[in-house]
């Protein structure tokens, strides 16, 4: 699909409302345009774990596709397929690392840090999806929730610093 953006504005969001598609133009303020918003944020977050990150590392290519998927998922057309290649992820990077006896506190390089910070913008975007009628239960939702865990497992592969484990206080 070949995309051409020559001007970047077009003013016809001016007035509070978006084209979207089938369904017109809605407010900005509409529950879908707030998930894609917070797919979108995700995303750059992504965007900025990968300038931490050398292109030869295995997990730089593994997020440049998920940020692939991410823009296929504004436009509806991610399938289930997606989810069990999620899965298969988790369990190929959770291998290689030692099992955790309590919580772990976000942090780490900055790579990891951000990473944390991917995950929990992925679950606000799980909970606004739940909230969108035709979405809640559907491959979008599992895709966002397996998504956030294989953040959570990157963030520790990535991680060239010691853990932080939570301890009741």
């Not at 070949?2 to 084209?19: F, H, K, M, Q």
């Not at 780490?108 to 239960?137: F, I, M, N, P, Q």
Request: proline share 2%; glycine share 10%.
């Amino acid at each position: 699909m070949e995309i051409s953006l020559d001007r970047i504005y077009t003013g016809e969001g001016d007035d509070g409302r978006i084209e979207l598609g089938r369904l017109g133009r809605v407010a900005k303020t509409d529950a879908r345009i707030e998930v894609a918003g917070t797919i979108d944020e995700l995303n750059s977050h992504l965007g900025r774990a990968l300038a931490e990150l050398e292109p030869e590392e295995p997990v730089h290519a593994l997020l440049v596709e998920i940020q692939s998927d991410l823009f296929d998922m504004g436009a509806r057309i991610l399938g289930a397929g997606r989810v069990a290649w999620l899965e298969d992820r988790c369990d190929e990077y959770n291998a290689s690392l030692s099992p955790l006896s309590s919580f772990l506190l976000p942090g780490g390089d900055r790579a990891a840090a951000e990473l944390h910070v991917s995950r929990t913008v992925c679950r606000r975007a799980e909970r606004r999806a739940l909230g969108v009628e035709g979405l809640a239960g559907g491959d979008d939702v599992r895709y966002l929730n397996r998504l956030s865990d294989l953040l959570f497992i990157l963030a520790r592969r990535v991680n060239t610093r010691a853990e932080r484990i939570w301890r009741s206080s």
